[in-house]
């Protein structure tokens, strides 16, 4: 970890174009991947579009839209 | 950081990769990417750009974090205090569950906008960890603002190795939940707490064999008010019983706030 490492950022006119680049699509408003699995954040629970909040380094761990993620993701590094 | 430049190479002119040297801040929009104040929006370097993210959704692992714009600054308040809290974490993560650690980290977020006099976020902070912990969270934070978390509970990880090699993690745990449910030394006034709640908690105190003080922490002059009403009425009720030693200043933001003692002189039955 280190607190120089660039982080790219994107917004709700952006979202759209991220998750299809990611390999994500959206279905019955759940994000799956090309194998057809919903995918999770940290705990499991399925991460819908609208919840979207990114992708983080590492494991490629799908997070939503909270602050809580966060502290999920570092208290786990 | 080699994988990230690994990416770019090759197709973000070098101006533009000196430019992210300062601003790690990438924002990638549909038509332009833009880092401080350069942005590229030609077709064929987005082109590039956009095919380089995609090769890694076969890959199991990222080079860097893709993150909303909304979560942006909370990314880097956790970086932050994950890097200021390294040791200390460190020590705490061998100890306490997951969960526990993301309460702490949390708290430690709170903490960290209080002393930055960000009212509004720290207000904001507070209620989002009151809402994810309920019944620990605010105990926790307060813990840490008064300093008792790196004074007592982070030198009690050490102890409790020396006295029990075998236990230790367990006896610790036993210790942080003990003191999350009742903190004999200290009382933190918040503005739910009224008067009698507060007698209630120092007169339960009181009747602690051995305790040698009592410390009574409170923000905002409403606070500071309730407290000396309930010591004055104190004084009455146990003349003799103990002393005070009353501290006033002002918190960072500006605000009345109060360190009580009551040194105990001798114990009630």
């Known amino acids: 970890m280190s607190e120089d490492d660039p982080i790219l950022v994107f917004d709700e006119s952006s979202k759209a174009k991220i998750i299809k680049l990611l390999g994500f699509k959206e279905e019955d408003s759940l994000l799956i991947d090309e194998e057809g699995l919903v995918q999770t954040n940290q705990q499991y629970e399925p991460v819908s579009a609208k919840d979207f909040g990114g992708v983080l380094k590492g494991s490629k761990i799908v997070i939503k839209k909270d602050q809580l993620e966060l502290a999920r993701y570092f208290a786990s590094k | 950081m080699a994988g990230f430049w690994d990416f770019l190479k090759g197709f973000l002119p070098?101006?533009?990769?000196?430019?992210?040297?300062?601003?790690?801040?990438?924002?990638v929009k549909d038509t332009e990417i833009t880092v401080g104040n350069k942005t590229i929006n030609d077709p064929e370097t987005l082109s590039k750009f956009f095919n380089a993210i995609a090769n890694f959704?076969?890959?199991?692992?990222?080079?860097?974090?893709?993150?909303?714009?909304?979560?942006?600054?909370?990314?880097v308040d956790y970086e932050n205090v994950s890097i200021q809290e390294k040791q200390s974490l460190s020590l705490l993560k061998e100890n306490l569950s997951s969960e526990e650690i993301e309460c702490i980290l949390m708290a430690r977020r709170v903490h960290l906008a209080f002393n930055k006099?960000?009212?509004?976020l720290a207000k904001n902070l507070l209620e989002q960890l009151e809402k994810n912990y309920p019944s620990k969270g605010k105990k926790v934070f307060n813990l840490i603002h008064a300093g008792y978390f790196d004074e007592l509970i982070i030198p009690m990880i050490s102890i409790c190795k020396a006295q029990y090699s075998t236990n230790s993690v367990e006896k610790f745990r036993e210790f942080y939940n003990d003191i999350?449910?009742?903190?004999?030394?200290?009382?933190?006034?918040?503005?739910?707490?009224?008067?009698?709640?507060?007698?209630?908690?120092?007169?339960?105190?009181?009747?602690?064999?051995?305790?040698?003080f009592i410390k009574i922490h409170s923000i905002g002059q409403i606070n500071v008010e309730k407290v000396e009403k309930v010591i004055s009425s104190l004084k009455e009720e146990k003349k003799g019983k103990f002393s005070i030693t009353d501290n006033r200043f002002v918190?960072?933001?500006?605000?009345?706030?109060?360190?009580?003692?009551i040194s105990i002189v001798k114990n009630f039955t």
């Open chain 2, 14 to 27: 070098d101006s533009f990769i000196k430019v992210i040297n300062d601003n790690r801040k990438i924002i």
């Open chain 2, 251 to 261: 918190t960072p933001s500006g605000m009345s706030a109060q360190v009580l003692i």
């Open chain 2, 117 to 120: 006099n960000d009212k509004d």
């Open chain 2, 180 to 212: 999350l449910k009742f903190f004999p030394t200290a009382i933190f006034v918040s503005n739910n707490v009224d008067e009698e709640s507060i007698k209630k908690e120092i007169l339960k105190r009181l009747r602690l064999k051995r305790i040698p």
């Open chain 2, 57 to 75: 959704k076969e890959s199991e692992s990222f080079p860097f974090q893709i993150i909303h714009q909304d979560l942006f600054k909370d990314y």
